[in-house]
């Protein structure tokens, strides 16, 4: 097991310990994909990750993939389909596997908590269920380090569209 794969299974718990206690005030699930409208950037060991995986598909998947990346609305994740669902969901990067799970973000000096605004709204999630940003991109960045990258991101559609 990788270190890379050491992350994704810590934070993939992290994410079922926070349905497990909040699921009745969270509304991710397939399909949904409102913390996706972004344009995302991967380290390097996260880009080797999802190389190793598309190297397992058929020509014809890949060749989707890289069409689905190069015309898809630049708003977006360049892996989301049109019906909203992730193409590389097995291989995700980092951020997206902790995406509608709370958390913790400096706006200037002060730590603000905050989640996808369709989650939360009725109750206050428990402080061991708030995951924080700063942490986890320096956790992300030390596996790419150890694994021989230098932490230069790579533009995840630009990835897809060369696979």
Known sequence: MSRLDEVTAKVDAFFARVEARHGSDMQCGTGCSDCCHARLTVTGVEARSIGQELATWDAPRRAALAAN?????EDRCAA????GRC??????????RSHGAPIRMRQGSL???QSCFKNFTHVTPDADCVIDQETLSALVLAVDRTEGGDGTRIDLASLLRTE
């Not at 989301?80 to 019906?83: A, G, I, N, R, S």
């Open 69 to 73: 990346a190069a015309t898809g609305p």
């Open 111 to 113: 730590p603000v908590v």
């Open 80 to 83: 989301l389909d049109p019906d």
């Open 87 to 96: 193409l590389i969901y097995a291989v995700r990067p980092v951020v997206c």
